[in-house]
């Protein structure tokens, strides 16, 4: 009987036991602010909240200062050129990490998941809609604001996958 109680409490702190790994199946950046880029790392875009990013990988031309037509966004399909990543931090950053010319050392990543054709099923597509701005008071052109969103978009860890089939990226705005 001993014996049997000794297994069965074996098998219970076995079973009960926490393996460490982060179990991701959504985010949200809601309330972080608008989408970010630096000029020294053109064609790098991101949301930061806390200890946690989105970033987009992506040429700049992508935000192009071209209104495109009424329900016709401009569609980039996600790939090598085309990338989008979450970053988890051990602790919290601030929009100037990505904006060195090399990024500190802390704080590290403790967990990232990729929607890119690089890593096996996982696909997407970045919906961009181009608007112009226009100063109310003049009437005059100030700039354009790029509304992004991804599309069916699956994000990997190389272990597990969750799906977004729309997700709001957010805006991000050009001057003239």
């Known amino acids: ?59 700049i031309s992508t935000f192009a200062n071209t209104v495109t037509p009424a329900n016709t966004p401009r569609t980039l399909v996600i790939n090598s050129t085309n990338q989008v990543t979450y970053r988890l931090f051990n602790s919290i950053i601030s929009n100037t990490y990505f904006c060195g010319t090399l990024p500190p050392a802390t704080p590290t990543v403790v967990d990232e998941w990729f929607a890119s054709d690089g890593i096996a099923g996982t696909s997407g597509l970045i919906q961009v809609t181009t608007t112009q701005i226009i100063n109310p008071t003049t009437n005059a052109l100030t700039g354009y604001n790029h509304y992004v969103v991804f599309k069916n978009i699956t994000f990997s860890n190389g272990i597990n996958t969750f799906t977004y089939e729309n997700y709001v990226y957010g805006n991000f705005v050009t001057a003239l």
Do not use: Q, R
């Open 1 to 59: 009987m001993k014996k049997l109680i000794t297994l069965l409490v074996c098998a219970f702190i076995f079973n009960g036991c926490d393996d460490g790994e982060i179990s991701l199946d959504t985010f949200n950046f809601d309330s972080a602010a608008p989408i970010n880029s630096c000029t020294i790392n053109n064609g790098l875009f991101f949301k930061v909240k806390n200890n946690e990013a989105l970033i987009l990988k992506t040429p």
